[in-house]
């Protein structure tokens, strides 16, 4: 018998999980592993996933659907912050040895930089 689960803790289970993975999960993939257990329909998934991208807009990192699945990226439309230190900031990440983190935004803040 399948376990329920609660929207809240849902919500929390699928930010861990998309948080803690190396690459974007699907939806079955997601249906198929860690909520195997759960009772739980797509359209229930789907909701708890917009509410949980919902939840992360105007932050710095965001919840993003790509064509593999689901996953957490770094959001470089940082309004209140000048496109030099944007910049300034990813070069630092990157000469620290942090990893690719920030690689998806380069392209946005050189051109917040010349504009």
């Known amino acids: 018998m399948a376990t329920k689960i609660q929207d809240d803790q849902l919500v929390q289970l699928l930010e861990a999980c998309l948080f803690a993975s190396e690459k974007p999960l699907s939806q079955t993939e997601l249906l198929e ?11 229930r998934l789907q909701a708890a996933l917009t509410r949980l991208e919902q939840d992360y807009q105007g932050r710095g990192i965001g919840l993003v659907e790509t064509a593999s699945g689901w996953q957490f990226q770094t959001q470089c439309r940082v309004e209140p912050v000048s496109g030099e230190t944007v910049a300034g900031a990813i070069t630092a990440l990157f000469q620290s040895g942090a ?5 998806d935004c380069l392209p946005s803040a050189d051109y917040a930089r010349r504009n």
């Open 99 to 103: 990893g690719n983190a920030g690689i």
């Open 33 to 43: 592993t860690v909520l195997a257990d759960f009772q739980l329909s797509k359209k």
